[in-house]
């Protein structure tokens, strides 16, 4: 942990400057100069003032001014805060010692699974961050196993209220062995669309073709871990093909993804390191 805080803390400060960039030109520019809305980056603060766990939180601005927030739950899991709404990507309580406690979170206003792995698809987490408001979107399998949802197959689009759309796009695997863990056209990776800022979550894949015409991304979650997602050099030919403007690496386990700053350095991405491991 010790070792970990050092690395964030090395590349605070470069986030915090590339936050308040992204932020300021997807102002108005009567807000542009003007800032100080608590945009953050790597703040460690909690989901809700009652919540005893404790995240790093990233916040970006959207075209008109509003906030998005994020929050690094853990592995593939992440909390989005936007405008009064909270979207729960992948929820799950335990992941080997890591323990979320869903039970002090807000009911989620929409939540999102990419597909039924264990460290994506927890049926306790749904149940505890679900009231009469919320909408579950995923995958034909999941809601079969589950018995209800939205389901939203690769290439579908919806609208989950008025400047929010949601598209579920291919994540699978393209290396031999490895094809029976994420077989092509199963699960689902999202592109969310809040107010203009467009965020590729994408799930558990590896450096497919159709990242080519995943185009005009603000901010990407890309999965680096073997033999399930990409290695290292698997995320820098997705994150080129991509081209965010900013990269979380997530769902990245034991992989060493502490140079990909410097190996991407001259890509105009921003990599911010979170525990998503
Ligand atoms: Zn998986």
Redesign the pocket.
Known sequence: MAGKNIMQKKVSCAAIALTLLLGACCQSPSTASSDSSGLAAGKIVPITPASKEFFEMDAFKTRSGKTVQFYAVKHASIHIDYDGKTFEIDPVVKLGDRVTDYSAFPKADHILVT?E?A??FDKDAIALLTAEKTTLITNARCAGMLGYGQIMANGDIAQLFEDCTVEAVPAYNITEGHLQ??PRGRDNGYILTLDGLRIYIAG?TEDIPEMAQIKDIDIAFLPCNQP?TMTADQLIKAAKLIRPRVLFPYHYSQTDVSTLPEQLKNDGIEIMIRHYE
């Open positions: 597909h792995h460290d994506h863990f994420h558990d399930y």
